[in-house]
């Protein structure tokens, strides 16, 4: 008679963790504790990623696997290469004149870099919010139907569709419904926000990337945001950058902490914030510096 299989060995992780028959990215052996966590369903693999803008090396030997339908926090003082690793995700710094990458991401096991990608279905896939809301300046509607009118969905009907369901996955539909045709620059800063967010959802990407995304906005309108977050992981994969370490350990479940474009620690992130492995973690995160 076989043997049956032995059972995967239970981690704290597995509270959180979508249960399936996916088998979990087993952390190199003789690796860093300090850098690879167990990531169950990984989608997004960094490797030895390493941008340089001119002669100024950005970002140094980035090694990280992104766990999808989670959030993962990228914290780090400024100018440490958060925005620049976020931007690589999507390959928005191929806009960036002078920059050079080395190393590679692959997503869901594709190199982004592979001659054969087509880069806008990439960042269809893997869509962005900025730091600063940028909504056109156009109608609320028109907002959120643009990407998909772009990609080539023209039916009215549809766009109806498209829009309200954005919107109410953006926790903003009640606030707007009956003033779509209004200017989305009418909004207040949270709304716009929010409203950014129903464009990136609404032409259905996998991945969504945050820079800073609540760094403008009062406490109220964060916490919203922070609620939003947390409820659209259940569909999607969601890397969000953030200066504010409270808001990280709030929402998220991996954190990664670069310094001076190095990954210093990358882990669960009560494990990063309860028990970190490096100094300079230890030194960040308690406010010692940064
Ligand atoms: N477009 C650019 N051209 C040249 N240097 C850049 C550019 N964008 C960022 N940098 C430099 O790269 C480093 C990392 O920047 P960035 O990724 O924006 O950091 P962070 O988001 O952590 O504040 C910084 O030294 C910054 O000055
Ligand atoms: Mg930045």
Redesign the pocket.
Known sequence: MPMPESQPEVLPSAAHERPGPVPPAEPPSGSDPALHPRILDPVLQVEELSLW??E?R?LESVSLQVAARRITAII?P????????LRCFNRLNDL?DGVRIAGDIRFEGMSIHDPTTDVNLLRKRVGMVFQKSNPFPKAIYENVAYGCRIHGTRRKRELDEIVERSLRSAALWDEVKDRLEESALGLSGGQQQRLCIARAIAVEPEVILLDEPCSALDPIATAKVEELMLDLKSRYTLIV?THNMQQASRVSNYTAF?YL?RLVEYGETERVFINPMKKQTEDYITGRFG
Do not use: F, R
């Open positions: 803008y001119g100024t950005a780090g400024s100018g440490c290469g958060k925005s620049t690793l960036v950058v670069l474009g």
